[in-house]
């Protein structure tokens, strides 16, 4: 096979793995050292059950180590480098392992040494808006920006299928102030999403919870923020929007909401 038919291939498997949505970790040797069937700028598709979709990096003593990396990385969202090497003075290699690198030694006649950088990948993000609001119009404009994946409902009496990604980070905002507010959250819990947030005031929500509790939405109660996003003394709509993504983007990167809350 030709490079540009490896490379065509390469391409391939990301626009498909892309399209489905799926998480996979893309390796990439950057230094080789003595005797390496793999050379630098080689990379390898790897997905998140540890198997190489595409390119190669060398041996089973290679590919082992780095499959296993790359599923590391995956679970923890973090990049790593893999240091190979058959160097036999360094009795415990797992004593300079850490977050970012990965030491392991190398078994193979040739006796090379290689590093290999793996990165994780994940589906973009998803951002759910339920209503056709000011609010919920300019939510969109700021997830748009910053890449995510946009879902607007707007009609709840014809609702369809949402066409959701399996495996990408799901944020819901009912955006609906006041126009089938509980048919939203009933669709919204619905979703297994990472963030629910609610744009409603305390007392309005007090009032919902009657109703869903009513209806046998009690232990589902708990998946959902109100009152919504930080408290920036936001006024007009765009503002609101930009206090509520700011909160989604707070979870997006450190896991938890530390902001103070209404």
Same mark, same amino acid.
């Given at each position: 096979?030709?490079? =540009?038919?490896?490379?065509? %291939?390469?391409?391939?498997?990301?626009?498909?793995?892309?399209?489905?949505? @799926?998480?996979? /970790?893309?390796?990439?040797?950057?230094?080789?050292?003595?005797?390496?069937?793999?050379?630098?700028?080689?990379?390898?598709?790897?997905? %998140?059950?540890?198997?190489?979709?595409?390119?190669?990096?060398?041996?089973?003593?290679?590919?082992?180590?780095?499959?296993?990396?790359?599923?590391?990385?995956?679970?923890? +969202?973090?990049?790593?480098?893999?240091?190979? @090497?058959?160097? %036999?003075?360094?009795?415990?290699?797992?004593?300079?392992?850490? *977050?970012?690198? #990965?030491?392991? +030694?190398? $078994?193979?006649? @040739?006796?090379?040494?290689?590093?290999?950088?793996? *990165?994780?990948?994940?589906?973009?993000?998803?951002?759910?808006?339920?209503?056709?609001?000011?609010?919920?119009?300019?939510?969109?404009?700021?997830?748009?920006? #910053? @890449?995510?994946?946009?879902?607007?409902?707007?009609?709840? *009496? +014809?609702?369809?299928?949402? =066409?959701?990604?399996?495996?990408? *980070?799901?944020?819901?905002?009912?955006?609906?102030?006041?126009?089938? %507010?509980?048919?939203?959250?009933?669709?919204?819990?619905?979703?297994?999403? =990472? $963030?629910?947030?609610?744009?409603?005031?305390?007392?309005?929500?007090?009032?919902?919870?009657?109703?869903?509790?009513?209806?046998?939405?009690?232990?589902?109660?708990?998946?959902?923020?109100?009152?919504?996003?930080?408290?920036?003394? /936001?006024?007009?709509?765009?503002?609101?929007?930009?206090?509520?993504?700011?909160?989604?983007?707070?979870?997006?990167?450190?896991?938890?909401?530390?902001?103070?809350? $209404?």
């Amino acid at each position: 096979m030709m490079d =540009n038919d490896k490379n065509q %291939d390469f391409e391939k498997v990301l626009d498909l793995l892309e399209k489905k949505g @799926s998480s996979f /970790a893309i390796a990439t040797v950057i230094r080789t050292m003595s005797s390496t069937a793999a050379k630098p700028g080689m990379k390898a598709i790897i997905s %998140d059950k540890g198997k190489i979709l595409s390119g190669w990096l060398g041996g089973g003593c290679v590919t082992k180590a780095v499959c296993n990396t790359a599923i590391e990385t995956l679970n923890h +969202k973090k990049p790593k480098l893999v240091v190979l @090497s058959p160097d %036999d003075l360094k009795k415990d290699l797992k004593e300079l392992d850490n *977050e970012q690198i #990965f030491h392991k +030694k190398n $078994y193979c006649p @040739s006796e090379g040494s290689m590093d290999v950088f793996v *990165e994780p990948f994940y589906p973009k993000p998803e951002l759910i808006v339920f209503g056709n609001t000011p609010i919920a119009n300019e939510l969109i404009k700021f997830a748009e920006k #910053f @890449s995510f994946n946009c879902v607007q409902i707007k009609n709840f *009496e +014809k609702i369809v299928k949402l =066409n959701l990604k399996q495996n990408s *980070e799901k944020y819901i905002i009912i955006a609906t102030q006041g126009n089938y %507010d509980l048919s939203a959250i009933k669709e919204a819990i619905k979703i297994k999403a =990472n $963030y629910t947030g609610l744009i409603a005031s305390k007392k309005k929500f007090e009032s919902l919870k009657k109703t869903l509790i009513k209806d046998g939405f009690k232990e589902n109660i708990r998946q959902i923020t109100c009152p919504t996003g930080i408290f920036i003394s /936001a006024i007009m709509p765009e503002e609101v929007a930009l206090s509520i993504f700011a909160e989604i983007i707070e979870l997006k990167r450190s896991g938890e909401i530390k902001s103070n809350k $209404y």
